[in-house]
Structures are given as C-alpha cells and as structure tokens.
C-alpha cells in the first residue's frame, strides 16, 4: 500500500516512524514532512490550501490512504474533499472538526449535553464584555473562538490583564473576532486523554500529561509543548468512565443529533479536580508531543488501524499496548516560543546512536545539501520507554549530550511530578 501523511512536526514524524513498521506499506509521502520523514518517507512540497494538488498527487500516485496530522486541513474540510472524490482519508470531517476550530460550538454542545466544563459566556463586543470584567470574581480565563495555534487564551488575574485580552481579541490579533469567550478558571490537574473512533466504535488511545510553558516548574510563556509523559499519574478505571460517560460519549452523541459522525482521533483536553473531569477543550487530532510520546507503546499495526477506521471496523480490530514508561523531551531553538534563528547546522546529530526503545523525531528540521539544519521552534523530540520515568528522562539527558547543540535548549524539569529525586 501506499500511504501519504499530511504535516510536518513530531507528531508526522512518529505517525510516519509508526506506519514504515507495517510490512502492508511500501510506500509513505509527507506533506511536506521534515529531515526526520525523510529517512521513512518522500517529502513533497504542495501548496495545502489548495485541496486540488493532494487530491491529484494522490490520484496521480495511486495513494491508497491520506492521514491527517494537523487540525487546519481538517478544520478546513479536507476529509469532506477527499472523500467526495473517493480517496480514503482519516480524521474528522469538516462539522466534527468544528470541536476544534470553534470554542463556541463546543460549550454550546456541553450546554445541551450537560457536559461538564467551565461556566462561560460569550460576548459579542467590546461593550459587553467590558461591563462584565468590571463585577466579576479573578482569575478569568478569556478567549479567541476560532483557531489560534494554542495562543488565544488568556488567563487574567486582573481587570487589566482582561481589558487587554478583550481589546487583543476584538482587534484581530487572532483572525477576526466576531466573539469571545470568558470562562471561570479552574484550578485543578490538567491530562490529555485520547481516543480513536470508527464513528461507531470508540476505542481508548492512551492518556498523557504534556507540560505547556516553556520555564521549568511550568512558568513562562505557553509553547506548543516542550515535554509530556504517558500515561498520567492521574488515570484510573473510575475516572477513566466517568470521562467517558460524561464527556466523549454525549459529545459523540451530540454530534450524531446533527447528522455526523467522529472517525479519527480526539483528544480530551481535561481539568481533573477532586476525581471528577471537566472539559477544557477538545482536539481533533493527536496531541504533539503527546503523539511521540505515545506511539512507542503501541503494539499493533498503526495502518490496521486507521483501515479499520476508514473502513467502520475498528470492533474487530485489537489495539495493544506494552505497560510502559513513555517520557519526551523537546529539544527547542534558543529564543522559542518568541523570536529564534533559522537555518542553523545541527552539527553533532551523526552522533546520535538511539538504543533499543529510545527514539528521536524531528519536528522543525530541513535537509540542506546533506547536512541537518533546524528551521523551527520546536526541533527534535527525544523519548524514552522504560519500566520508569525517571530512567527514561536519565536515557534521554545522555543522548541530548551526545548532541551538544548550543543553539539550543530544553527543560530539565519533564514529568517532575512522576519523579521522585
Ligand atoms: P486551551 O487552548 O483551551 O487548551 O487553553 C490553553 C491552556 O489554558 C490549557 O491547557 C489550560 O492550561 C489553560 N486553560 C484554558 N481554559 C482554562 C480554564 N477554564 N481554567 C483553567 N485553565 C484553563
Ligand atoms: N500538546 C498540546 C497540543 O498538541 O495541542
């Protein structure tokens, strides 16, 4: 078979290290991949906003399946495209990718349903949203309704950091803004929990703790994520129901009521406070590096599963997975998440030799004349599996040092609280 996959972080690195496993695969392309997907993979450079170039790349190469990485192309409808003309293609179609790419959608959904989330209302302008900062309880969480690459939520501890959330908002820093959202702030535990469904079948894929800022203790500023570790101290069989009962299984639901279905992975964004799970937002896609850090634990074939997806089998189809410590850290560009330099050598990476259960995927790399240069904020992905946490952080401290990048940094600090020193 023939696979492409769509993307070109961590995440595509390990869906693409995941899928070259499968002896049914004899081909894989990303778009547009990176120097990691490179040694699995053909890269190839398209225009993705244009859905007709994958759509005769595809048809062209006899592509028999298309995988989804990131949100934006499912958000925008490539599923709906590529299925109208017969390609099969995993992720979410264009309306249950709205759980992603609208805020709003979603707490109108955990509205009806009863989910449980953070209060919030929505505010249309300026005016509004401004007379309700004036009377009401801090910290408040304010955000942008659409897509915002992680970066349109603000936690306010003061009308003053609200005003400028509101104005920020309303101005278009994320993309016009028609609404916004003001939630009550949770204070609790956050976890990633992960499942993939057929749009009938739903199966669990996993749970993961990712660390979000980019300081150690988690401080600073957000980041797309600069470590994680599977699975969460937090998980257990009741909790893990009443997520299920309570959350995945009337969104599921709801989406069924408006004429849609869930095929592809979601992820739970969750507050776990005192045993109980409140919704704080949902993905339609893996997490990154939740994804790397998950995929290494997985003992079947990925590309069984995500046929069977497509196909409406994933009943019939057994995922496994080895009881292990999985723990990734990310390797990141000085000056990220802010301003950092592109194009600079990764001299050492040759030196890298990865044992047995040790894995590194590229996230922000390019080749340039047979040489490995980084070209984004987050660049590799080192991880781990072992019988411990702390074992799998000490491998992987060892193999940051081989590397010995001083263009670069990362936090110490990963899975502190799985890890007793
Ligand atoms: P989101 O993009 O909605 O996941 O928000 C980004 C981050 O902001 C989350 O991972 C949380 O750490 C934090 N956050 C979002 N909403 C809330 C909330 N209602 N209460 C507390 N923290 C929140
Ligand atoms: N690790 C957070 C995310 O993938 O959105």
């Given at each position: 078979m023939k696979v492409g996959i769509i993307g070109s972080g961590g995440r595509e690195h390990a869906i693409c290290h995941a899928l070259s496993k499968s002896k049914k695969i004899d081909k894989i392309y990303c778009f547009p991949g990176n120097a990691g997907t490179a040694q699995n993979a053909t890269n190839i450079n398209l225009n993705l906003d244009n859905f007709n170039e994958l759509k005769n790349f595809t048809l062209s190469n006899k592509i028999d399946l298309i995988v989804v990485g990131p949100e934006k192309p499912l958000v925008d409808g490539i599923v709906d495209f590529l299925e109208k003309h017969n390609i099969k293609v995993f992720g979410p179609n264009k309306i249950a990718s709205q759980l992603e790419g609208s805020k709003i959608f979603t707490k109108k959904l955990c509205e009806k349903y009863k989910i449980p989330t953070a209060k919030f209302g929505i505010f249309k302008n300026n005016n509004d949203a401004k007379k309700f900062i004036e009377k009401t309880n801090y910290p408040l969480v304010i955000k942008a309704d659409g897509l915002a690459s992680g970066k349109g939520v603000y936690i306010c501890d003061d009308k003053?950091?609200?005003?400028?959330?509101?104005?920020?908002?309303?101005?278009?820093?994320?993309?016009?803004?028609?609404?916004?959202?003001i939630e009550e702030f949770l204070k609790g535990e956050e976890m990633s929990f992960f499942i993939i469904s057929d749009g009938k079948t739903i199966k669990n894929f996993q749970t993961a703790q990712d660390h979000k800022r980019v300081l150690e203790g988690d401080k600073g500023k957000n980041t797309g994520g600069m470590g994680a570790y599977s699975p969460s101290r937090l998980i257990n069989n009741k909790l893990e129901k009443k997520i299920l009962d309570k959350i995945v299984k009337p969104t599921i639901k709801g989406l069924k009521e408006i004429g849609t279905n869930y095929k592809g992975f979601l992820y739970v964004g969750l507050m776990i406070i005192k045993d109980e799970p409140y919704l704080i937002e949902y993905n339609v896609r893996m997490g990154d590096p939740e994804c790397q850090t998950i995929l290494p634990k997985l003992d079947s074939d990925l590309l069984d599963i995500f046929i069977a997806c497509c196909d409406e089998k994933l009943d019939t189809t057994e995922i496994k997975w080895r009881n292990?410590?999985?723990?990734?850290?990310?390797?990141?560009?000085?000056?990220?998440?802010?301003?950092?330099?592109?194009?600079?050598?990764?001299?050492?990476i040759d030196k890298i030799k990865l044992d047995n259960d040790e894995y590194c995927y590229h996230a922000g790399t390019k080749i340039i004349e047979r040489a490995i240069y980084a070209n984004g904020g987050r660049v590799l992905n080192f991880i781990c599996v072992s019988e411990d946490f702390h074992k799998s952080r000490n491998k992987i401290f060892n193999l940051i040092k081989l590397l010995n990048w001083d263009s670069g940094f990362f936090r110490k600090d990963i899975g502190y609280k799985v890890i007793n020193e």
């Amino acid at each position: 078979m023939k696979v492409g996959i769509i993307g070109s972080g961590g995440r595509e690195h390990a869906i693409c290290h995941a899928l070259s496993k499968s002896k049914k695969i004899d081909k894989i392309y990303c778009f547009p991949g990176n120097a990691g997907t490179a040694q699995n993979a053909t890269n190839i450079n398209l225009n993705l906003d244009n859905f007709n170039e994958l759509k005769n790349f595809t048809l062209s190469n006899k592509i028999d399946l298309i995988v989804v990485g990131p949100e934006k192309p499912l958000v925008d409808g490539i599923v709906d495209f590529l299925e109208k003309h017969n390609i099969k293609v995993f992720g979410p179609n264009k309306i249950a990718s709205q759980l992603e790419g609208s805020k709003i959608f979603t707490k109108k959904l955990c509205e009806k349903y009863k989910i449980p989330t953070a209060k919030f209302g929505i505010f249309k302008n300026n005016n509004d949203a401004k007379k309700f900062i004036e009377k009401t309880n801090y910290p408040l969480v304010i955000k942008a309704d659409g897509l915002a690459s992680g970066k349109g939520v603000y936690i306010c501890d003061d009308k003053v950091e609200a005003q400028l959330a509101i104005k920020e908002i309303f101005e278009g820093k994320f993309g016009k803004a028609e609404n916004l959202l003001i939630e009550e702030f949770l204070k609790g535990e956050e976890m990633s929990f992960f499942i993939i469904s057929d749009g009938k079948t739903i199966k669990n894929f996993q749970t993961a703790q990712d660390h979000k800022r980019v300081l150690e203790g988690d401080k600073g500023k957000n980041t797309g994520g600069m470590g994680a570790y599977s699975p969460s101290r937090l998980i257990n069989n009741k909790l893990e129901k009443k997520i299920l009962d309570k959350i995945v299984k009337p969104t599921i639901k709801g989406l069924k009521e408006i004429g849609t279905n869930y095929k592809g992975f979601l992820y739970v964004g969750l507050m776990i406070i005192k045993d109980e799970p409140y919704l704080i937002e949902y993905n339609v896609r893996m997490g990154d590096p939740e994804c790397q850090t998950i995929l290494p634990k997985l003992d079947s074939d990925l590309l069984d599963i995500f046929i069977a997806c497509c196909d409406e089998k994933l009943d019939t189809t057994e995922i496994k997975w080895r009881n292990k410590k999985s723990l990734c850290v990310v390797l990141c560009s000085k000056g990220y998440p802010e301003k950092f330099k592109k194009n600079i050598l990764i001299n050492n990476i040759d030196k890298i030799k990865l044992d047995n259960d040790e894995y590194c995927y590229h996230a922000g790399t390019k080749i340039i004349e047979r040489a490995i240069y980084a070209n984004g904020g987050r660049v590799l992905n080192f991880i781990c599996v072992s019988e411990d946490f702390h074992k799998s952080r000490n491998k992987i401290f060892n193999l940051i040092k081989l590397l010995n990048w001083d263009s670069g940094f990362f936090r110490k600090d990963i899975g502190y609280k799985v890890i007793n020193e």
